[in-house]
């Protein structure tokens, strides 16, 4: 039984396919990393796990229920709106870019959603948003703007934020990518804290390091297929495809 189940993914953006046929699987409390190549499609199939991009064709199912199949004519065919909200609440979003509400404080940040579909009393949604803001380091920032936090600590409200809403699974994309050197580690380690309470985390990312310690499964994307993918160890240290050695080459050349 699968959490997030995703086959035969196809996307493309005017002539270009760029996702031509991706699947993933991903049991609960998985710990996925997504490497590859700039353009290789890594962010449009989060963005379409997410339903922040439609898939052309293939399904995509959230704790056995589907989100997208194809239709009786290949092309795939969504359910309704209000459906589909349920299902993304399921999944909490990271992305490289913060993302934080400019005008609303840290605290504010993290209630506003909850505040909006959940039938909890402020008091009671307040006191989860401050939990989480400890959980991630941050709670003596509660009445800070985002603008008044690092780098690093604005992506740790962004986790909190996106675990604000009880997510099923967390889905990163490059979170430290925007970051400075020395801010990344304060959050991959909000990141692996998460990981070994056994939240189920889909991760694109390039920080090898990272994916080898936390990951249990690597997958190597390159356009818009999956090239091979395995335990973190076998990929990261031994990979048999020589796109995936090129890369991992390039990549740890680079840092
Ligand atoms: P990655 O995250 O692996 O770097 P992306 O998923 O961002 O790759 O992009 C894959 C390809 O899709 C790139 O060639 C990119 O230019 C193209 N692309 C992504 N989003 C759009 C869009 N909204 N419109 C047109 N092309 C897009
Ligand atoms: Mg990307």
């Known amino acids: 039984m699968y959490i997030l189940q ?3 993914i196809y996307k493309r953006f005017h002539q270009t ?25 890594k962010s449009t199939f989060l963005r379409c796990l ?18 997208v199949q194809n239709g009786p004519d290949g092309k795939a065919v969504y359910g309704n709106e209000k459906e589909i909200a349920r299902l993304r609440r399921k999944m909490g979003m990271v992305f490289q870019s913060f993302n934080l509400f400019p005008h609303m404080s ?12 959940q039938n909890a009393q402020e008091a009671e949604i307040e006191s989860m948003a401050r939990t989480l803001l400890d959980k991630v380091g941050l709670a003596h920032k509660a ?3 985002p603008f008044e936090l690092s780098g690093g600590q604005q992506q740790r409200v962004a986790i ?20 400075d050197p020395e801010l990344t580690g304060e959050v991959l380690r909000v990141m692996k804290d998460l990981a070994m309470e056994h939240m189920t985390m889909v991760v694109v990312t390039h920080e090898i390091g990272f994916a080898r310690e936390v990951a249990n499964r690597v997958i190597f ?13 076998e990929i990261l240290t031994n990979p048999r495809h020589e796109r995936t050695q090129a890369f991992l080459g390039t990549v740890l050349m680079a840092r």
């Open 6 to 8: 995703a086959l035969d």
């Open 221 to 233: 994307m390159d356009e818009g297929v999956i090239i091979e993918q395995g335990p973190a160890q």
């Open 50 to 67: 997410n339903r922040l991009e439609t898939v052309d064709r293939g399904m995509i199912e959230i704790e056995g229920e589907v989100m």
């Open 160 to 179: 909190a934020r996106a675990l604000a809403m009880n997510p099923d699974i967390m889905c990163f994309d490059e979170p430290t990518s925007a970051l």
């Open 143 to 145: 009445n800070n703007y």
């Open 17 to 41: 396919e760029v996702l031509k046929g991706i699947s993933l699987q991903v049991k609960k409390g998985e710990v996925i990393a997504v490497i590859g190549p700039s353009g290789s499609g």
């Open 106 to 117: 840290v605290l504010q940040n993290l209630m506003l959603a909850p505040m909006m579909v």
